[in-house]
């Protein structure tokens, strides 16, 4: 039996489940993609800005700006590119960017939340209607008879359905758990390396109010002819 096959006796909920399992691996292989292109930088960028931090800040936030491609370089520079902010306001921008970055590292997991609870329920779907369908032309008389032979076939195929849900529903699982964990790291990257950049800044603010300034202020004013 290939494989066309045993999806041909899955029934009809077959056709939502082969949708389902396209829709996760789409997911999987973007979030894959996505995070294959940060992990191996995110540590190394964060090291770099705090450590030019402590000697230049107008150094830092180069840095930072630098590595816009990479979300921790543009949480850290959501606060190193204000001019000269106060301690509260630069910890509500950090905390801002930080909320926005993290909502895009969770794109898909609402998706994948569905798929795994929409999947094995349209498989049990599946094999109750296999059932309806393979038990509803049996009549008591014929029980023990040939008439009843094709009913375990038909309970058989009628499985399908549910061992296609569990294993796109399991597949889904994993890679959610994966992805989840990645997320609550980079949140704890993004809090460790926040709270360290505040703090020097408090410290530097405190100290040396004069060496604050990040970013020079834009240039508004307008010459006249005299």
Do not use: C
């Not at 789409?26 to 030019?52: C, D, N, Q, T, Y």
């Not at 939340?113 to 008591?140: D, F, K």
Request: zero cysteines; aromatic letters at 8%.
């Amino acid at each position: 039996m290939n494989v066309f096959e045993v999806f041909a006796r899955g029934g009809p909920v077959m056709w939502p489940l082969l949708l389902l399992s396209f829709l996760a691996l789409a997911i999987i292989f973007e979030r894959s993609w996505f995070w294959s292109k940060i992990l191996s930088r995110e540590r190394e960028v964060a090291g770099r800005v705090l450590e030019a931090a402590r000697r230049d800040w107008q150094a830092a936030a180069e840095i930072a700006r630098k590595s816009g491609d990479q979300p921790i370089g543009r949480f850290l520079y959501s606060a190193l590119e204000l001019y000269n902010p106060d301690p509260e306001v630069f910890q509500l921008a950090l905390q801002a960017s930080a909320d926005e970055e993290l909502a895009l590292m969770r794109r898909g997991e609402k998706l994948l939340e569905a798929i795994i609870a929409i999947a094995p329920l349209l498989g049990l779907l599946g094999t109750v209607l296999g059932l309806i369908q393979s038990l509803g032309n049996v009549r008591i008389g014929d029980i023990g008879t040939d008439a009843t032979a094709g009913v375990t076939t038909g309970i058989s195929e009628g499985l399908i359905s549910t061992a296609t849900g569990l294993i796109i529903a399991i597949m889904a699982l994993v890679f959610y758990r994966i992805f989840n964990s990645l997320v609550a790291g980079q949140a704890k990257l993004f809090r460790q390396s926040g709270n360290d950049l505040e703090l020097m800044y408090r410290k530097t603010r405190s100290n040396h109010s004069d060496a604050i300034p990040v970013q020079e202020p834009p240039q508004t004013l307008l010459e006249t002819d005299p």
